[in-house]
T-cell receptor, first 116, second 112 residues
Framework: GAVVSQHPSRVICKSGTSVKIECRSLDFQATTMFWYRQFPKQSLMLMATSNEGSKATYEQGVEKDKFLINHASLTLSTLTVTSAHPEDSSFYIC????????????FGPGTRLTVL | QKEVEQDPGPLSVPEGAIVSLNCTYS??????FMWYRQYSRKGPELLMYTYSSGNKEDGRFTAQVDKSSKYISLFIRDSQPSDSATYLCAMKANSGYSTLTFGKGTMLLVSP
């Protein structure tokens, strides 16, 4: 199956700093990438959808100025958490799809962000 | 009422047992149903993908959809300790591009 990687897998930062998370599709071109956030024992909550070369579409309640998404190529999307605060601590997961009949989403392994 | 309801568990079973995992949903527009397996601190992995009502079998896994009751199930036969994970149901309205709506996930523990 298609492989999606994320980097870093874990990051700890101080409050007020910015953190960048990378999502890469390794063996396919991803027309669309999705960013999710998952709190402990909670469901995956979609934050935003990004298409290569376009501005991301954010879900209601997600601050676009705080969570900057760049989808510069068909294999790379980045999520930058700006001025992170402890309440931003969560598990961030990306997924990617190449389209096709079912638009199956392939998920990355996730990034654990801890803001002190 | 949430769009997708799923009992978080944990569900504990002995090795070899048949496991039944379930989700209910409220949006009648959902037509495509998926089950994902998520190991601790890992991303979800697609297990089953089904369309509309009916059954689909893949090895030890069987997915069942009852649209009239808005109820979907995943059965695992001959469960193994390696099946211990969180199982998430997900669904969407269209075959093409549309966002997925996830359940909270059910944690399954299979003891040897």
């Amino acid at each position: 199956g298609a492989v999606v990687s994320q980097h870093p897998s874990r990051v700890i930062c101080k409050s007020g700093t910015s953190v960048k998370i990378e999502c890469r599709s390794l063996d396919f071109q991803a027309t669309t990438m999705f960013w999710y956030r998952q709190f402990p024992k909670q469901s995956l909550m979609l934050m935003a959808t990004s298409n290569e070369g376009s501005k991301a579409t954010y879900e209601q309640g997600v601050e676009k100025d705080k969570f900057l998404i760049n989808h510069a190529s068909l294999t790379l999307s980045t999520l930058t958490v700006t001025s992170a605060h402890p309440e931003d601590s969560s598990f961030y997961i990306c997924s990617a799809t190449s389209g096709g009949a079912t638009y199956e989403q392939f998920f990355g392994p996730g990034t654990r962000l801890t803001v002190l | 009422q949430k769009e997708v309801e799923q009992d978080p568990g944990p569900l504990s079973v002995p090795e070899g047992a048949i496991v039944s995992l379930n989700c209910t949903y409220s949006n009648s527009a959902f037509q495509y149903f998926m089950w994902y397996r998520q190991y601790s601190r890992k991303g979800p992995e697609l297990l089953m993908y089904t369309y509309s009502s009916g059954n689909k079998e893949d090895g030890r896994f069987t997915a069942q959809v009852d649209k009239s009751s808005k109820y979907i199930s995943l059965f695992i036969r001959d469960s193994q300790p390696s099946d211990s994970a969180t199982y998430l149901c997900a669904m969407k309205a269209n075959s093409g591009y549309s966002t997925l709506t996830f359940g909270k996930g059910t944690m399954l523990l299979v003891s040897p």
